[in-house]
Structures are given as structure tokens and as C-alpha cells.
């Protein structure tokens, strides 16, 4: 009797040794991911979605109320980061390594955009913005990249095709983002020594609260700015709230952002934009770029070697796919 009473004592210790590590490799096999801006628009969709799909996410946010809400999601934990403040950025660095998930993604999304002509520019204005969509993304990924290249992760930032376009009265916005293309490109060759990828990705037009803050500075400068040589044009940014209603939930933006945590090739590029016009706009503003870059100067290429070359660019990309 005693004999059987110390198999089932043996039995019952495998089992609870067992369940104890399946628990544990669960947890290991959990990718975590932080992303920053994930109070609302696309960072809340990207959080959200990645949840769904079993990451573990830290969603970076600034207001309480947004930390608990996001923190009620499952698989979500909100945590207080304003990407302009390091003492907040050292905060959440700590918090995460105190958890011991590791991390396996940064995704640099918090942003913000103002309006106003280039040539009158409010330099408090220009700093705020700078502060939020280079240097933010600059300090958040220097503070956690030994996470990063301790998982041989992967580190993404939100771009926009507004680095590739320009637009009156936006032209702030544009610089930012066109900052991201070369942030992006030189990470990208600086990481991959540490098996580490990097991408930007590129949204066009998709519902997000962004227009909010850019339709309110709008307001401000054309109130701020009745003798400004743009007053025409500053009025009719101004103009009431920009309807977002036509635009698609950025549910795009966030499977572009899935791929490229999970693809064994991710891309180092994704524009994802909600509907033809919009990437044919932004193309077709590429390559007038580059028939620019190849006017007058001495090394230009005939019509022929250009189209050489972008056929050996094309086929280079699809062998990548």
C-alpha cells in the first residue's frame, strides 16, 4: 500500500513539474512587443491586433486613463511613455527587463503633425514636432536596443508616404517623416551585424486621431497669423474637422506591421495606403525624383539604362519575397 501511495505521491510531482514548465515555455514562446502611441488610432490598432494574434504587448502611453483602458485588453499592458521625456523612456526600459519576457519587437509609432508655411514657421512649433517624430523614435530605440539585439528582434517605425510627398502647410510633417526613411535605411545596415531587422512603415490616409491635433494647430496658426502670406491657405486648413469618416480603419497598416514581426524575409519598406489614387500619387512622385536627380549633370543615364536599372531593382526585390 505504501508503495502505491508513493507512485501516485511520484505521479502527482511529475504532473505539477510538468504543467509548472509548459506554463514556463509558454511564457518563453510569448513574443513581446512595445509599441509606442498605442492610445488611439494606429497604434491602438496595431496593439490590439497583435494581441489577438498572442503577442504580449507593453503599449506606450502618456494619460492614466489610457494606460487602464489599454491594460483591460488581453494580452496588453499599458505603461506611462512619453517619448520626449528619457526619464519615462529609463522607466519603461527597467520595467520591461524586470519582467523577464525579454523583447522581440519596438515599433516607434507615437507621432504628431502641425501646419504652417515653412518660410514663417514658429521654431517652438518646429521643435515640439521634431522632438516627437525624430528624436522621440531616435531615444526610444538607442534605450532599448540591447533588448532588441539580445532576442535578435526586429524594430519598425511608423512612417508615412508624406516622406515622400511634400504638401503646402505640412511641409514640417513631411520633414519628419522623410527623417524616418534615413533613420530607417541606416539602422537597417547598422542592425543587421546583431541579426536584427528593421523596417518603416508607410501609411496613407486611414481613420486616425491625428487629424484632430493637426485640424486644432491649424486653427491656432491661422488666428495666430491674420497678416501671414499664406492666410488663404491656412483658412482653408482651418476650416472645421477634417471628416475622417471616409477613410478605412487602419487595419492594413497593422497586418503590414504583423508580416514584418513573422516573416522569415520582412520588407524594409511598407507603404500600405487605402486605395489606388494614392499610391500611384506616390510613386509617380518617386520617380519624378529620380528623373530629377538625373537631369544636367554629367553622369546622367539614357532613357534605356534607367529602365535597365529599375528592371534589375524590380527583380532583386521579387527574389527577396
Do not use: C
Not at 286 to 310: G, K, P
Request: hydrophobic content about 40%; cysteine-free.
Amino acid at each position: 500500500m505504501k508503495s502505491v501511495i508513493a507512485a501516485i505521491s511520484l505521479l502527482a510531482s511529475l504532473f505539477i513539474v510538468s504543467a509548472e514548465a509548459l506554463a514556463q515555455q509558454d511564457t518563453d514562446q510569448q513574443k513581446a512587443v512595445l509599441i509606442t502611441g498605442a492610445s488611439s488610432g494606429i497604434g491602438r490598432n496595431m496593439a490590439e491586433t497583435l494581441a489577438k494574434e498572442g503577442y504580449f504587448i507593453y503599449a506606450g502611453a502618456r494619460k492614466q486613463a489610457d494606460i487602464d483602458a489599454l491594460s483591460a485588453i488581453e494580452n496588453i499592458q499599458g505603461i506611462r511613455l512619453d517619448v520626449t521625456v528619457q526619464e519615462e523612456i529609463d522607466a519603461a526600459v527597467a520595467h520591461v527587463r524586470s519582467e523577464d519576457r525579454g523583447l522581440y519587437g519596438l515599433v516607434n509609432n507615437a507621432g504628431v503633425a502641425t501646419v504652417g508655411a515653412l518660410i514663417e514657421a514658429d521654431e517652438a512649433d518646429l521643435e515640439f514636432l521634431m522632438d516627437v517624430n525624430v528624436f522621440g523614435p531616435y531615444r526610444v530605440t538607442k534605450a532599448f536596443a540591447p533588448l532588441i539585439i539580445e532576442s535578435k528582434g526586429r524594430i519598425a517605425t511608423t512612417g508615412s508616404i508624406s516622406g515622400i510627398l511634400s504638401r503646402p502647410m505640412l511641409g514640417y510633417y513631411a520633414m519628419s517623416k522623410h527623417a524616418m526613411e534615413a533613420f530607417a535605411d541606416t539602422l537597417a545596415v547598422e542592425m543587421e551585424k546583431f541579426g536584427v531587422a528593421v523596417s518603416v512603415i508607410e501609411p496613407g490616409n486611414y481613420r486616425s486621431s491625428i487629424s484632430a491635433s493637426v485640424q486644432a494647430r491649424a486653427a491656432e496658426s491661422f488666428d495666430a497669423a491674420s497678416d501671414s502670406l499664406y492666410a488663404e491657405e491656412l483658412k482653408a486648413r482651418s476650416g472645421g474637422p477634417v471628416d475622417r469618416s471616409q477613410y478605412k480603419d487602419p487595419d492594413e497598416v497593422s497586418e503590414a506591421l504583423s508580416h514584418f514581426l513573422s516573416s522569415d524575409r520582412p520588407n524594409r519598406r511598407y507603404m500600405v495606403v487605402p486605395n489606388e489614387g494614392e499610391a500611384e500619387l506616390t510613386i509617380r512622385k518617386f520617380i519624378e525624383e529620380l528623373a530629377q536627380l538625373n537631369q544636367w549633370h554629367a553622369y546622367s543615364y539614357e532613357r534605356d539604362e534607367l529602365v535597365e536599372m529599375l528592371d534589375e531593382a524590380l527583380t532583386r526585390q521579387e527574389g527577396s519575397e
